[in-house]
């Protein structure tokens, strides 16, 4: 970190969401309400998927691992955006700054790989389901999270050191709730269109081009399944439309941070808070009241704790 020497800056002012008071109020109880939600619900899942062994399978290893990063990602910037509706001096430290971009894009970019491996589980499972044991063995599975976290830090390092050298020397006013590479990048007192350049070539190819692997592949999915059967069909296409519901809802903000950057606009902070605590909760929401398995489970798992009160 030799480059934050020649840094002036030693904390940023993030501007947060500006609103009226009663709109402040409005806004904590949604943002509060939704991380009580990510929490106890993704918690919840990985306690699920751990404890019965019914569920450990690829699909639900893989779930539980996203369950996860979905808790982590919400993590980094929830709390403080949180806590800091209400303060009136919103500062944040330039390695606090810079640690939160870090891992902003670790379990960002994590998220994305897993997401494919999910796709491709579920593509193993519809399309090839008399290989699916032998393709999705445990070694497979445990090899996908391995890479899914290898390529989240490879994508959250590359952009990082891009930015840690960066002199900061005057304005220090994030335009945003929490830390990230463009608002904090275009702060930096020297020509940062590079910057910006690896910015939309990094985040916004890997975004961009997760969104349009997991797009093919449930097309590649729903037309397998129409050769078969159209009951299989309708049931496929309901599980499948939750999944891109989400894809879209996750991927959606990525466009408009890192593609398509419209900084008059500050459409992209109000659509960061989608992936920051609206996509963490849907994963739950949807593996939890849409499945079958999952609620068999649920219900065995509730026996099980009430049955160990009485004999206890
Ligand atoms: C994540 O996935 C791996 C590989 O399948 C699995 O062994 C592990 O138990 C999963 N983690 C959780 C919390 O379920």
Request: aromatic share 0%; glycine share 0%.
């Given at each position: 970190m030799d480059g934050a020497n020649d840094s002036v800056v030693t904390e940023f002012v993030l501007l947060g969401l500006s609103a009226s008071w009663e709109m402040k109020v409005l806004l904590f109880l949604f943002f509060f309400s939704f991380y009580v939600g990510v929490v106890l619900g993704n918690l919840f899942i990985v306690f699920t998927v751990v404890c019965d062994s019914h569920l450990h399978s690829p699909m639900y290893f893989l779930l539980a691992n996203l369950s996860l990063i979905d808790l982590g990602l919400s993590s980094t910037t929830a709390p403080r955006m949180i806590t800091d509706i209400f303060s009136e001096h919103k500062v944040i430290s330039f390695p606090g700054c810079m640690i939160q971009m870090f891992f902003v894009h670790v379990m960002g970019g994590t998220e994305m790989v897993l997401l494919i491996a999910m796709a491709y589980d579920r593509y193993t499972a519809i399309c090839k389901p008399l290989h699916y044991l032998t393709i999705m063995n445990h070694k497979t599975c445990i090899s996908f999270v391995v890479v899914a976290w290898v390529i989240g830090v490879i994508h959250a390092v590359s952009q990082f050191v891009c930015i840690v050298n960066l002199p900061f020397c005057g304005p220090n006013k994030v335009d945003s709730f929490y830390c990230d590479f463009p608002r904090v990048a275009e702060?930096?007192?020297?020509?940062?269109d590079w910057v910006e350049d690896v910015v939309t070539a990094n985040s916004g190819l890997i975004s961009m081009g997760t969104f349009f692997l997991l797009i093919i592949s449930y097309i590649f999915i729903l037309v397998t399944v129409r050769h078969h059967s159209s009951a299989g069909l309708s049931k496929a296409f309901s599980t499948l439309s939750a999944h891109i519901t989400v894809v879209f809802l996750f991927f959606g903000p990525c466009f408009f941070m890192y593609v398509w950057e419209f900084p008059t606009l500050s459409l992209d902070k109000f659509l960061a808070i989608l992936d920051f605590v609206v996509t963490p909760l849907l994963n739950p929401a949807i593996y939890t009241f849409r499945n079958k398995d999952m609620k068999v489970a649920m219900k065995r798992l509730s026996r099980k704790i009430v049955s160990s009160k009485d004999s206890s």
């Open positions: 702060l930096a007192c020297t020509d940062t």
